[in-house]
């Protein structure tokens, strides 16, 4: 293992004890709440840069996949009482799946066509469960949450640990990819499929794989947020601004290296959660649409970007 | 036709016919090339010979006509199988990765195309020795979207021959070059060729494609004019016609 795996590995260890030491002192809610919201909002940003970042492909469809890991979920528990595992297991295979089908139908896609195409998605998708009685069709439905496991005292508390671990999960995989030949292949597939076919990059079967990978970890992420809010509605779990602020998130944080959606996680989900509490959760969509239009306009390549920039003048290179 | 003496050919396009809607961009095209052969290809402006490297390397379906590398069809194959095959290719616009350093696009090549399983030591090795080759050495570091025109061209050949071709196809790899750049790279595809190399050149200046070539092919409207020493095409009066147009 090299010093940076350890370095890696021994930080994702230190998380997630941390996360558990947490759950085991803190006895108000509300931390719990919230931070489980950021925690999902890091991996469905991780798991979008894999396809959206990686190999270019922008993906408007998280709602999609977010959604569609809500209501495997739903249909697990109603159907056969499925434990919470299981619920993100079969949400993961779903979302492989659906990532697969997504590649196959836009094989010709590229741009903007593929973009529309995911919005698409979320639509026909969206319909279709709102047309679906025994999920609840559009008036939504109710679930029960089982009785909690030990060492967890709190539901909530045991999703918040869980969540933490398909971040760290996440955030693994991304990383695998970005440093083996996957990466490699997919980042000159977006520069450039043509040329990168031409040196030998399977570039059909990368995209492909980046679109599985990106969608089992986006269905997965989504399954456990119908125990964490016990009710499950088409209107928001399908909802479009799971997309944009996955999308801004990722866009925000920077697409080139695989700290760069957890960076753009965190600042704009811990400041958005603010704004709900002081503000209102409306403000949190103008604030969104702020600080997308910021860095679009002065670090087009996020966070990241903007300090590979700082730290290029200071060594005075390129 | 063929002796007994005769190598078998490296590469065969047999009746190739590629179509546009109701254009026929190439028609009936066949023509063998020898392992180790500086093939030069000539002809005005969309005559087709872009469309033709198109067909070998597999971007475009040819519809009918068949394309044997090394004694194996390849039509059916896509371009990263028959660039895995050894059949590499440089484009007309330089099409670098440009978010990759130099380094970073030849290891794409190394990556992909490599045909033995070689360390990452190994890699990097083989990735500085062809960048030295071809006069890049000091560049490695540099990113790709920084570069020069001719040096554009010159990463173009090295991602190339990262693949370990076994047959090259240099599209206008000259094109807007200085004279002393074109020397500089026309003495690079010779140096290549002179290590077992089966190079087709595209080119629109004469005096490179004379120097270089051992055969000549002329297209014109998609269809093969000449073929012959460079001297025998040149000297041909279909040739001429279709270049000065009378």
Partial sequence: MTRNSMAFWTGAAVFLAAVFVMTQVVG????????????????????WSILGGYAGYVNFGTSAFYGVGVYSSVFLVKAFGAPLPLQILAAA?????????????????????????????????????????????????????????????????????????LVVLAVAISRYIQNSWIGRGLQALRDDELAAECTGVPTLRLRLLACVISGALLCAVGAPAAMYLQYADPGSAFNLNYSVTTLAMSLIGGTAHWSGPIIGAILLGTTQ??????????????????????????????????????RGKKEGGA | MTSSDAPAPLLRISALTKRFGGFTALSNVSVDIRPGERFGLIGPNGSGKTTLINCISGVFRTEPGTVLFGGEDV???????????????????????RSMTVAENLMVALDFAAHEHVSVGQRQDSMMSILTQMGLGSKANVSAASLSQVE?????????MATHPKLLISDEAMAGLSSSEVDEVLDLLLSLAGRDITIIMIEHIMQAVMRFSERVMCLDAGRIIALGTPTEVMADRRVQEAYLGT
């Fill in chain 1, 28 to 47: 108000n809610q509300y931390p719990f709440f919230a931070g489980y919201v950021i925690l999902q909002f890091i991996a469905l940003a991780v798991a």
């Fill in chain 2, 75 to 97: 039509t059916p194959l896509q371009p990263h199988q028959r660039t895995r095959r050894g059949i590499s290719r440089s484009f007309q616009i330089p099409r670098p990765f």
């Fill in chain 1, 93 to 165: 295979a779903i979302g492989a799946l659906m990532g697969l089908a997504l590649g196959v139908l836009t094989l010709r896609m590229q741009g903007i066509f593929f973009s529309i195409a995911t919005i698409a998605l979320t639509i026909i998708i969206e319909t279709a469960i709102t047309n679906w009685r025994y999920v609840g069709g559009a008036a939504g439905i109710q679930i029960q949450r089982p009785p909690v496991t030990a060492p967890f005292e709190n539901y909530v508390q045991m999703l918040f640990f869980v969540q933490a671990l």
């Fill in chain 1, 273 to 310: 959660q603010l704004l709900t509490v002081t503000i209102s959760s409306e403000v949190n969509v103008l604030v969104l649409g702020l600080m997308l239009v910021l860095f679009v306009v002065g670090a087009p390549q996020g966070i990241i970007g903007l300090v590979g920039r700082l």
């Fill in chain 2, 152 to 160: 554009l061209r010159k990463m173009e050949l090295a991602r190339a």
